[in-house]
């Protein structure tokens, strides 16, 4: 009996100007039930002005590898044409991060939109594509109000940040910076 | 006959190409070709990864009551919960392979899985937070920067995260120290105490020496590991003992030593019984630990009973 909940992968936005980045999944009932676990798991530091959830399911997902043996499109209807995001792995660096969500496309099928997106998108060349409905993705929402209610919290909790304690060295050439006498 | 060949020439074909994958620095992602062992392998590292996370809560959680000011409060409770969202984002990785949570929890709260030897020493005075915080999490954070380093994709990039907030618990914990190490005789007193209680638990806790840990070289080969035990060792003595003698503090290895010859630390022996007494089950707080574990999960039977109720309605929807 298969007793887990669907998977749902988490996009986060860190600042206005940053795209949504993939960082990882959750499991959940639903979509509400995936942003509340996402915020929890993902967003305990501030840097976050909003999330998207997509169930893993709907994702046409695609690497180089498989692209070169070509990317076969299905019989389909062209005059239904529906929104997909799309979402691109462009390096093999180091990162907290996967995928980058780098535009959306018009297309009839995920094939025809990947398709799409390999000639709107061509630099930097595509490790992997991540190809989601655009119905299909569910946001935290733009609204300011929630926005601050989710992600304000851990903004004013800067001793969450190593930063914060400046450079703590015991070597006579450390300055120590240490706000604590209290003890 | 032929059938078996072939798979095995299939097999090794395949192998081959994930090698090859792993030696041009690529990261195997959830969904692509990998051999069984190298799957198997991670789901054991990573999940053993988060109950170690989930057990770190215990020692330290234990003083949040008794916290000296407002400030260390605040800080040892984010602390504790980080470690609760390490072990979050663990599970989720060793999810993507196949392994589900109620297989990990079981073999956690059974006793079959292991996690870090270090949680099963208690934590004897305030002044022990400070030192988990410097040596625990300064012995974790080697480890999982090389971890950040690994072959599969999404263990790797947990790790890049859980780096990046380690680095918060090393620090808070290292400030504290050499606040205390400064302060009254008492405080020193105290520091110097934990620190003879911590320094040798923590160089057991990077693992058995290279001589003795049959699986490194598989391990090394498939990326899983970039370094070896004795080398991340090497790394965390390098880094902790100066600053811990500058500080004026004593370490409690008579044999300790840094070797201008061949620019390495030497140590005194490693008490590798207590090592692999500790391991199965046998340290001086494995039963009150696990209990406590098992106690929370029955404390939070009410909470999966709820969402379970809430799941059934919104999947029949
Ligand atoms: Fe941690
Ligand atoms: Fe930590």
Redesign the interface.
């Known amino acids: 009996m298969d007793?887990?909940?669907p998977?749902w992968e988490v996009f986060k936005k860190d600042t206005a100007k940053k795209p949504y980045q993939a960082?990882?999944?959750?499991?959940a009932?639903?979509a509400d039930?995936a942003l509340l676990n996402a915020r929890?798991?993902f967003v305990?530091?501030p840097q976050a002005v909003s999330l998207w959830v997509a169930p893993a399911a709907v994702i046409f997902?695609r690497?180089a590898e498989q692209l070169e043996q070509g990317n076969p499109l299905p019989d389909v209807d062209q005059s239904v044409q529906q929104t997909y995001q799309i979402f691109r792995k462009a390096t093999?660096r180091?990162?907290?991060?996967?995928m980058d969500h780098i535009g959306q496309v018009e297309a009839p099928s995920p094939a025809h939109a990947l398709q799409a997106a390999i000639a709107q998108f061509p630099d930097p060349p595509a490790l992997?594509w991540w190809i989601i409905p655009a119905d299909q993705i569910i946001s935290s929402g733009e609204d300011r109000e929630m926005a601050a209610a989710w992600f304000d919290p851990a903004k004013t909790?800067t001793?969450?940040?190593?930063s914060?304690?400046g450079f703590?060295?015991?070597?006579?050439q450390g300055r120590?910076r240490?706000?604590?006498k209290?003890? | 006959m032929t059938k078996i060949n072939e798979m095995t020439m299939n097999d090794e074909k395949q192998t081959a190409e994930f090698e090859a994958r792993i030696a041009r620095g690529e990261k195997i992602e959830a969904g692509d070709w990998m051999p069984e062992a190298y799957r198997k392998q991670l789901i054991r590292m990573i999940s053993q990864h988060a109950h170690s996370e989930y057990i770190g809560m215990l020692p330290e959680g234990k003083w949040i009551p008794h916290a000296p000011s407002l400030r260390r409060k605040m800080i040892l409770i984010a602390k504790v919960q980080d470690e609760a969202g390490h072990g979050q984002y663990l599970y989720h990785a060793a999810e993507t392979l196949g392994a589900t949570r109620e297989e990990m929890m079981d073999a956690f709260l059974t006793g079959k899985a292991k996690y870090s030897s270090i949680f099963n020493y208690p934590s004897d005075t305030w002044a022990d937070v400070g030192m988990i915080g410097w040596l625990v999490d300064g012995a974790a954070i080697r480890n999982q920067t090389m971890l950040a380093q690994c072959s599969y994709g999404p263990y790797s990039r947990a790790m890049v995260r859980i780096c990046a907030e380690e680095t918060f618990h090393h620090k808070q914990g290292k400030e504290m120290v050499l606040l205390y190490a400064h302060g009254t005789p008492k405080q020193r007193e105290m520091v110097q105490d934990a620190l003879n209680r911590y320094w040798w638990p923590s160089l057991m806790m990077l693992g058995p020496h290279d001589a003795d840990s049959p699986n490194t070289p598989q391990l090394v080969r498939w990326g899983i590991k970039t370094k070896t035990n004795d080398e991340v060792r090497q790394e965390f003595i390098a880094e902790t003992a100066p600053e811990l003698l500058a500080a004026g503090l004593t370490i409690p290895d008579p044999e300790l030593h840094f070797d201008e010859e061949s620019g390495q630390w030497i140590h005194g022996p490693i008490d590798w019984d207590e090592f692999w007494q500790v391991v199965r089950g046998n340290g001086p707080c494995n039963a009150e630990r696990l209990g406590a574990r098992r106690q929370a999960h029955e404390d939070g039977a009410w909470v999966r009973e709820a969402l379970n109720g809430y799941a059934q309605k919104a999947l029949s929807t």
């Open positions: 007793t887990q909940w998977r960082v990882g999944s959750v499991h009932a639903d039930h929890n798991v305990r530091r997902s690497t093999h180091r990162s907290m991060t996967f992997a909790k001793y969450k940040h190593q914060a304690y703590v060295s015991a070597r006579p120590r240490s706000g604590a209290d003890e």
